[in-house]
């Protein structure tokens, strides 16, 4: 998913609830949380992280790992026409560009031989199956998100980034770079798209690392600093991203079954026990005994909106968009107002230059009988002389 969760696994089997998430964008303290949870509930802390490396265990899962890298590199047309051969409805679910989601149902097809459109419409028929897709795995889950004041947090992620700067951050990049990715380079086969190198670090100083030595000190530091800069702003990009994912996922739209989510404020790191630790005990404890918690869980926003996977066709935009609430969401946007408004002047121009066309083949019709004959006649017009004028 979008956004990194730590899951607290309670080994107490009579406890309810058996599992509780913990949503968060980055650097909102989601390890920490999962850890003062986790001593206190002796229970096993699972990392969901999104970026997390899948070794080798034997099994084939490395195998099946290739197998979808090697389908990504296809690029995003050629891997939709493949899909739509085989999977016609998942296809016109997906966007030619979700390049990840499309090779993932392609995998599934070829390891499986069944339609990923198959398996999904199946885990949705069981019980407790909805929208979204199969039932709980865990029967009453509790879910936390940590969020924040947006200036806060940027604040705390831009200082977050100087710590990993003075713990050494540029002299780990500068040893993988060796390791791994200069002779990726040197091939031109670097893809800042695929496994750990698209994390939040690597693109970023990209620059920086491949300077040649030739360079001076001061333009090494100024692609440095310009590699601080741009890492800063990729983090906090990426926690409104991860913010935005929750929100949608569920809050706005919101599945048949999905649990209730409870809020809680980590504006403030200074009172972390107050406005964090407390409230997320406590909501444990009432849960625990089967009672309503004194804190509500956020409230679903327009909850009676579904949002069809439709596949839609903007030609203005020359754009393919999947989803009828984003559909409408870009039937709204500048852009789109942009080339309606460009589509309606180029009709008028058209409209107007046939006009003109039409008045200019109009003086070219033959003159009427009631004109002159000094005017009709093309003898006339090129024949005629002067006459020279006399006293």
């Not at 004041?149 to 940027?154: G, K, P, R």
């Not at 327009?302 to 903007?314: F, G, I, M, P």
Request: contains cysteine.
């Amino acid at each position: 998913m979008a956004a990194s969760s730590i899951c607290v696994q309670s080994s107490l089997r009579a406890m309810r609830p058996s599992l509780v998430v913990i949503l968060g964008a980055t650097g909102t303290g989601k390890s920490k949380l999962a850890m003062e949870l986790g001593q206190r509930l002796k229970g096993e802390i699972i990392s969901a992280d999104s970026m997390q490396d899948n070794e080798d265990s034997g099994d084939g899962e490395d195998t099946v790992s290739n197998r979808k890298l090697q389908l990504e590199k296809l690029g995003g047309a050629e891997l939709h026409k493949q899909l739509m051969e085989v999977d016609p409805t998942m296809a016109a679910m997906l966007h030619p560009n979700d390049i990840r989601k499309v090779a993932r149902s392609l995998q599934i097809q070829q390891e499986t031989g069944i339609a990923h459109s198959v398996w999904l419409d199946e885990q949705r028929k069981q019980k407790g199956g909805g929208g979204l897709g199969g039932p709980l795995r865990y029967p009453d889950p509790c879910i936390f998100w940590l969020h924040s004041d947006m200036e806060a947090l940027d604040k705390r992620l831009d200082a977050r980034v100087d710590e990993m700067l003075a713990a050494g951050l540029i002299d780990e990049l500068k040893d993988f770079h060796v390791r791994y990715n200069q002779n990726k380079i040197h091939d031109q086969s670097q893809d800042y798209q695929h496994g750990i190198f698209q994390s939040i670090g690597f693109k970023e100083f990209h620059d920086y690392l491949i300077a040649p030595e030739s360079c001076s000190q001061q333009e090494k530091d100024t692609l440095r600093n310009k590699g601080i800069e741009a890492l800063k702003i990729a983090t906090r990009r990426y926690a409104r991203k991860q913010n935005k994912w929750v929100r949608n996922r569920f809050l706005k739209r919101p599945g048949d079954g999905v649990p209730p989510v409870y809020g809680l404020d980590v504006s403030d790191v200074s009172r972390w026990e107050e406005t964090v630790l407390t409230p997320a005990l406590q909501i444990l404890a009432s849960l625990c005994k089967g009672e309503e918690p004194a804190a509500s869980p956020l409230r679903a926003e327009r909850a009676e909106l579904t949002n069809k996977r439709s596949r839609h066709t903007c030609d203005l935009c020359d754009k393919v968009i999947i989803g009828d609430l984003e559909w409408t969401a870009h039937l709204k946007s500048k852009k789109h107002y942009h080339h309606v408004k460009k589509k309606k002047r180029k009709s008028e121009e058209r409209a107007n230059q046939s006009q003109t066309l039409d008045i200019s083949q109009d003086s070219l019709i033959a003159p009427s009988c009631c004109e002159s004959p000094q005017k009709s006649s093309p003898d006339t017009r090129t024949g005629h002389t002067q006459v020279p004028v006399t006293s």
